[in-house]
């Protein structure tokens, strides 16, 4: 690890007061580490601005010294983008105040490093919602969400994180502010730079604070229904889109394996609807009305069951009956076998093949390793599937051992050949660049580079993530 | 107007087959005179490629030869984009195929020369809903409304064309092809190029298909109701939405001197609920369920009644109804003078500042012109207004000759002073270029200049429109 240049360090020292930077080797091992990864990165200087001239005045050290930074958040991401590799730390937590609330224009400005939970909190002050909702709201921050665009279980009904962003405010790589902090819904005056630092993982600029989007407040009604198959689990959506619209808010699936492991593993879990059926969906419908959300969801269900898609099934009657469907979907990622020892990919296929994949797949790992087990749950909705390959129920020595590099492979391939993303919610960082720079048609990588370049023309922000240059 | 060379013209006519080109002076002067502008352009070629490697070769001879495209579709633009000026033409509308429908996956791929209509038609085929729509929908193609990331009446819902799309196949300025027609919902695998791609007029690449976005289909319940002032209008919208939620689908202003003057100059109109109050709104809800949504719009109206917002209004009892009221919201562009010697703007602000912009507006305007009129109706669910200055009823003389751009330079000042756009969704073209390089934060225009020589290092792809380089 090079250490920055003595008179870059006293000058970022200098700009950013005694609060504002850290040489102490435990801090700088703290944000270093990421939050679940097998690794440690290194970084000999942490800055963490308190306002966004003091962002910029940093950004512009870092470039005339061409001295390399790495923006952090909550440092909750899982692909290698936010921790450090020699590059300096720039921490957002400080900035975390909320600058301005619209209620007529459902608007709200907030700065990067709040966390998610700040602004739902916020919206809710505010009689208003912001729907993005994912396991690490309370750490995760707005910028680093928008960095690495975050979806989440409300995706199928409002989108992505940068659907729900109005403008942005961003330290330019030249050190220049953008101020795009724009309210505005409708805003044709040229290349919407928005989209392109939303999910750009910090290399192409520093996103300080964001203009999101609120919505009007919803009731929701929640059902935990049971399924033969996947083909039942993709019309069912169908169906229940056809009797609730977009009001469909989640649409998840969860094996049957899953909640056993859960049960195993999760005290005090019970499963909803003990059954011997191999899938169940987790589905969420949510209207300002919620005798209408029901309604729909009770009709829905009626023709499901008619039309043998379901086979059991209740709809929540109370806030805690459905908390406690929710609570079953949220601790699968606590269960040791399904993330212990396994081996995990977020993947993304058209809604249409996820039959198609999840056959094809299986059966190819399992030619690898017979004995293999799958925990596979997910945004259905979205096509979004983590899928996981687990060790088998009591086995005595552990099976996927030295099979790790060819059943990712084999995931991947078959992702590609349904044509799908092996990246759908999770982002590239430095864990799939050079997987992605395969995948991808060349025409679209090398439009990635020369946007790097043109953007970053010295290399300093977060750089080997997304494209290497 | 220099000709392409001689060995470019004759490779291109090679390569497009008889059907594929024409240098006839009529066809040429029909694709360089804009549907609605007072001037004409000029162009020695038109090609019409039949395919996407058509369309790519041609590309590639273009950059071989150092020669200049305008890409062209319905040629419906008004910021004179699509109008060449020099430049040869590459009109997509023989590319006009739908090449699939996924009716699970809820998205279909389409050609960029398709109508609007097109689209429209085969997602209601397949029972879902294309849920963009604008008066130009029967001309403007797929590929121009994603170009000019365009709007219409269901933006406060569905957003605008950009959020609708889910991938884009493009030919680049270098002539390769980019197929991105992905039918994924969540991809984060680098830079999102589509929103590059998306509202570039045509300067990055040249659209050839796109895969769009299925919604469910739905009904809608539409009422006309007469408001006191533009502040009870915004304050209605957020009871509305407090009712209806993001069910509320159209939400437009429409003032009492509009009807006035669609009643003089289109036969067959008439006042849904003749008033002596100033505004107007048509609100359209919309859900599965067309008693859920009348219901979630009458409860609305009764507390806006309640609430003294509203003080006359009717809820269409049939879909003629419900038509007749559109009627008068989509004639008002035909009015002869609200639209033939007037000053046509069209600007967006945050909803919450409509009322003061208006205010502030009106009065600089009537500075300068104090017998001028004022057409301002459109979006407020999206703080979009087209605002238009008119002859005064009656007058012997024209008043405003003259002053067009004294009070446009009212009008964009008013409407930067507001932190709004002075384009919601026309887009920017040549005609709003420099101004706008002038108004948006200089650190803006120069990424858009960065972007525009990366991605078009020869200037060839639409040159002069969006920045100059």
């Known amino acids: 690890m090079t250490k920055p240049p003595a008179a870059f360090l006293a000058a970022a020292k200098d700009l950013l007061g005694p609060k504002g930077w850290s040489e102490d080797p435990e801090q700088l091992g703290k944000v270093a580490t990421p939050w679940r990864g097998s690794f440690t990165g290194e970084t000999p200087f942490l800055a963490r601005p308190a306002s966004t001239p003091e962002a910029a005045a940093l950004v512009k050290l870092c470039a005339a010294h061409h001295v390399a930074l790495t923006p952090q958040g909550g440092n909750t991401g899982l692909v290698d983008a936010g921790t ?24 709200l400005v907030i700065e990067a490093g709040a966390p998610l939970v700040t602004a739902q909190q916020a919206a809710e002050d505010a009689g208003r919602l912001f729907p993005l909702s994912l396991g690490s709201e309370g750490t995760a921050t707005i910028g680093g969400l928008i960095s690495t665009n975050a979806g989440g279980v409300a995706v199928l009904r409002y989108g992505m994180m940068r659907d729900l962003i109005l403008g942005l405010e961003v330290v330019l790589p030249s050190g220049e502010i953008w101020n795009g902090l724009s309210g505005l819904r409708k805003n044709n005056t040229g290349y919407d730079l928005k989209h392109l630092f939303a999910g750009a993982e910090g290399t192409l600029g520093l996103i300080t604070a964001a203009t999101l989007k609120l919505f009007p407040q919803v009731q929701r009604a929640s059902a935990w229904v049971c399924c033969s198959s996947t083909e039942d689990v993709v019309s069912l959506l169908a169906l229940v889109r056809q009797h609730a619209g977009d009001t469909v808010t989640s649409f998840e699936i969860i094996p049957s394996g899953a909640i056993a492991m859960v ?10 609807l003990p059954s011997d059926l191999p899938w169940r969906v987790l589905m969420e419908v949510s209207m300002v009305d919620e005798a209408h959300a029901r309604d729909a969801l009770e009709k829905a269900l009626e023709a499901a069951f008619e039309q043998d898609l379901v086979k059991d099934g209740v709809v929540a ?5 459905a ?20 081996i995990n990919q977020d993947i993304a296929v058209p809604v249409s093949r996820i039959p198609a994949f999840i056959e094809s797949c299986n059966a190819a790992v399992l030619e690898v390793v017979p004995s293999a087990e799958f ?17 088998p129920a009591g086995a005595n020595a552990p099976v996927l051992k030295g099979h790790t590099p060819a059943v990712t492979r084999i995931i991947y391939d078959q992702t590609m050949a ?3 993303s092996i990246s759908a919610e999770h982002g590239v960082g430095r864990l799939k660049r050079d997987e992605l720079a395969n995948l991808r048609p060349l025409a679209a990588t090398e439009t990635m580079r020369a946007i790097k370049r043109a953007i970053d023309p010295l290399g300093i922000m977060n750089p080997g993530r997304v494209v290497s240059v």
Chains 1, 2 share one sequence.
């Open 84 to 107: 450090p590799h020699g590059e300096i730390v720039v921490s957002m937590t400080r900035m975390h105040a909320i600058r301005s609330v619209d209620q007529f224009n459902n608007s």
């Open 263 to 272: 049960l195993e593993d999760v005290p005090g879990t019970r499963d909803p």
């Open 317 to 321: 009657a109370s806030k805690a009956q």
């Open 323 to 342: 908390q406690s469907f929710w609570h079953i979907r949220e601790t699968i990622p606590l269960s040791k076998r399904a993330y212990g020892t396994s």
């Open 375 to 391: 925990v596979i749950f997910g945004h259905v909705g979205d096509g979004n599937l983590h899928y996981s390959v687990c060790e």
């Open 418 to 420: 349904h044509d799908g």
